[in-house]
């Protein structure tokens, strides 16, 4: 079954005319829970790996958190978290002779962010090499940090930048917003600009001041590659982000059964921060595709 936002509720662009220049397009991923195979895109679904390469492990430092490594562990194998096939979704930055994007990480608090570290790779899927992976699964690992196997629905949308919005725009249009959100019920943070959730391309979607990353080569801005979220949306948002098809025939989505909703709102169940978002981000001009990272709580 596909996956569908609402219609806006609002014109952006008529009420917004200065947010019209900055309107990106993303991919809305919603995952949901299934059994992806290990060659099609998946959120926490199994990977193929090349056969004669070693899985990686981290051998961080691991800040003595509550999601620290039990003691006198060795080096971490990664688990799988993203997979992206070029065929679902192009709009990524596959680099020349490339088709699968996979995002491993370290299931354990880092100190950037005291979140999961990930590691990016790119892989051409025709290689005859590839062979479904059958990782160790590290020990002790909190569940929050270990996403459930997912099947994905992409769909594009049309986002509008909200935290990411220049300065002098912001001051520009907050009055208006605020007019707005008065006479109509709609804020432009909350339904208007960026949907939380897993996503790819578009505007990472902040909860504290955007902190775009420089890739170390050329120095220029990165770009944003994707996200993986806790939530596709929360108690103010699911207002214009909850998928059409998911919406209940009658009641509100709250009204459902607890069990019932963490299905569609967080199906992966992730739970990254409060609620959070891990953001990757990943220079498309050089080709070797330098890549960062950053928690958003
Ligand atoms: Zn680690
Ligand atoms: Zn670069």
Redesign the pocket.
């Known amino acids: 079954m596909v996956r569908t936002s609402p219609s806006r509720p609002l014109d952006v662009e008529a009420l917004f005319p200065e947010v019209a220049a900055l309107r990106r397009e993303a991919v809305r991923l919603h995952p949901r829970r299934g059994e992806p195979g290990p060659g099609e895109s998946s959120l926490g679904g199994p990977v193929r790996w090349p056969r004669a390469e070693p899985w990686p492990h981290c051998t961080d430092q691991h800040p003595r958190t509550a999601y620290a490594p039990p003691r006198g562990a060795g080096p971490v194998p990664l688990v799988p978290v993203v997979q992206l096939l070029a065929a679902d979704v192009p709009e990524l930055p596959f680099p020349d002779g490339t088709d699968v994007l996979q995002v491993l990480w370290c299931p354990f608090d880092h100190e950037e962010g005291y979140a999961p570290r990930p590691q990016v790779y790119w892989w051409d899927g025709s290689r005859a090499d590839l062979e479904p992976a059958d990782p160790p699964r590290p020990d002790g690992a909190p569940h929050s940090y270990l996403p459930d196997p997912c099947v994905l629905h992409p769909e594009r949308i049309t986002e509008y930048p909200s935290w990411d919005l220049p300065d002098h725009l912001h001051d520009a249009l907050e009055e208006r917003f605020e007019q707005v959100e008065e006479e109509t019920g709609w804020s432009y943070e909350y339904h208007l600009s960026v949907p939380d959730g897993t996503k790819a391309g578009g505007y990472p979607t902040w909860s504290q001041d955007p902190d775009w990353p420089h890739?170390p080569?050329?120095?220029?801005r990165m770009d944003h590659l994707l996200s993986v979220g806790s939530a596709e949306f929360d108690g103010e948002s699911w207002r214009t982000w909850l998928a059409v098809e998911d919406t209940p025939a009658a009641g509100t989505v709250w009204e459902l059964p607890y069990d019932e909703r963490r299905l569609i709102q967080s199906a992966a169940d992730l739970m990254l921060g409060d609620m959070g978002s891990l953001h990757l981000f990943a220079?498309p001009?050089?080709p070797d595709r330098?890549y960062a990272h950053r928690a958003s709580a």
């Open positions: 890739c080569s050329c120095e220029r220079c001009h050089c330098p």
